[in-house]
């Protein structure tokens, strides 16, 4: 009752904004023939009753770059935030900014290429690992949507797609209060405030992907694995250590339904001081954890894409989903991280909406579990839930 007294006020001023631009036609900024500008401008709500929550705020500003082509491509976007929850404690909107990737890229023929700079790791699912706004785990984990320096090479043979990247180190720092100021969770060395915390940096990540496009009983889609190994330098100690990731994924689509599948095994060998291995710090947008070096990542997402449109061609695209992963921690002393994630995609007219009921079990940023802990020993052990709506305005 005390979030229906409070939020009628203080959603019509943004409510408002949502109707004016939706009576005002998209933008897109057509520079050249092969070049394109744009970005997008994101809005949020926030409902967490439990800790006394009810946030309504500007989430996002983002400007990028798209070239496109017969034989050079590339891609760049850059992101603000800043003052409004959960970036309450900054003064200025564009406080944080970071950069998400900043590639080109050169197509040797029809069926490959080559791109350098910030560009994704070619690592699972691409790009994305469900459906949902939030993302999964594994993207807390540095494992989903990770954008890094280095270069990747992109082949199609009938019907396998195989990848190969080099790459140097994790993304340029952007701007902000803490270390951790990357789009993509990268190993990061600790924020003062970060108890046990680690001083690694990654660097010299190489990966491969091989992928192969699968149709069975009705199902399309892909099936495939992933290796990955990096060097993890300790600068209090001066020694290299290790990571070592492996993945299976499938993703497939049969008719209104889609469905996402991975496993990913992760092993980190740090080499902290005085053996405390157990724990790396990672970190990206403005803030750095620890999390456990080792052990089994599960996930699994499944989607419906509703036909039609609605209230008179206002509302199309409407996708509800279900995402649950689980990191299953190799140290019996550590408890397991959960998030599962309930929500429905849509388009209002020229925005895109999500809406997500998303519970967390010592989970870093679900529910007020500890920030810093949880992803490592644990923090609250029990589950903890917010409702979180994003309505974002694509130009």
């Known amino acids: 009752m005390q979030a229906c007294k409070y939020f009628p006020a203080r959603f019509a001023g943004v409510l408002w904004g949502v109707l004016m631009v939706c009576s005002t036609p998209a933008l897109a900024v057509k520079v050249a023939d092969n070049l394109d500008l744009g970005g997008a401008l994101r809005a949020r709500v926030d409902q967490d009753p439990s800790r006394g929550i009810h946030k309504v705020g500007i989430d996002t500003l983002m400007l990028g770059a798209n070239y496109d082509s017969d034989s050079w491509i590339g891609a760049a976007r850059y992101r603000f935030y800043g003052k409004d929850y959960p970036y309450q404690y900054t003064r200025h909107f564009g406080d944080i900014n970071f950069a998400e990737y900043a590639w080109i890229g050169y197509r040797l023929d029809p069926s490959q290429q080559l791109q350098v700079g910030l560009n994704q790791v070619p690592f699972g699912l691409l790009r994305l690992y469900s459906d949902t706004f939030m993302e999964t785990l594994a993207f807390t984990m540095g494992v989903e949507d990770l954008d890094e320096l280095g270069a990747k090479y992109i082949k199609d043979i009938g019907s396998w797609n195989i990848q190969a990247g080099y790459y140097t180190r994790p993304a340029w720092p952007g701007h902000g209060t803490s270390r951790g100021s990357t789009y993509s969770s990268v190993v990061t060395p600790a924020d003062p405030s970060v108890a046990g915390g680690s001083d690694n940096v990654e660097r010299n990540l190489f990966v491969g992907r091989l992928a192969k496009k699968v149709e069975a009983a009705g199902w399309k889609g892909e099936a495939g694995v992933s290796l990955l190994t990096a060097t993890l330098y300790n600068r209090d100690t001066r020694r290299d250590g290790r990571r070592n990731a492996f993945a299976v994924h499938y993703m497939g689509q049969r008719g209104p339904w889609g469905v996402k599948?991975?496993?990913?095994?992760?092993?980190?060998?740090?080499?902290?001081?005085?053996?405390?291995?157990?724990?790396?710090?990672?970190?990206?947008?403005?803030?750095?954890?620890?999390?456990?070096?080792?052990?089994?990542?599960?996930?699994?997402?499944?989607?419906?894409?509703?036909?039609?449109?609605?209230?008179?061609?206002?509302?199309?695209?409407?996708?509800?989903?279900?995402?649950?992963?689980?990191?299953?921690?190799?140290?019996?002393?550590?408890?397991?991280?959960?998030?599962?994630?309930?929500?429905?995609?849509?388009?209002?007219?020229?925005?895109?909406?999500?809406?997500?009921?998303?519970?967390?079990?010592?989970?870093?940023?679900?529910?007020?579990?500890?920030?810093?802990?949880?992803?490592?020993?644990g923090g609250i052990d029990r589950w903890r839930g917010q409702l979180s709506v994003n309505i974002g305005w694509y130009f």
Do not use: C
């Not at 740090?270 to 052990?295: E, F, L, S, V």
């Not at 989607?303 to 649950?324: E, H, I, N, Q, R």
């Not at 925005?351 to 500890?370: C, F, H, K, T």
């Open 261 to 377: 599948l991975q496993y990913t095994r992760q092993v980190m060998s740090p080499q902290n001081p005085d053996g405390a291995n157990r724990t790396i710090t990672i970190g990206g947008y403005d803030g750095t954890y620890n999390m456990a070096t080792r052990g089994n990542l599960y996930l699994a997402n499944v989607s419906y894409a509703v036909p039609g449109s609605y209230l008179g061609g206002w509302v199309t695209d409407v996708k509800p989903y279900f995402s649950y992963s689980l990191y299953d921690k190799a140290d019996p002393h550590f408890h397991n991280t959960q998030r599962w994630i309930a929500g429905t995609s849509f388009s209002l007219k020229f925005l895109s909406v999500y809406m997500e009921w998303a519970q967390g079990r010592n989970d870093p940023y679900i529910g007020g579990s500890s920030y810093a802990q949880s992803l490592a020993a």
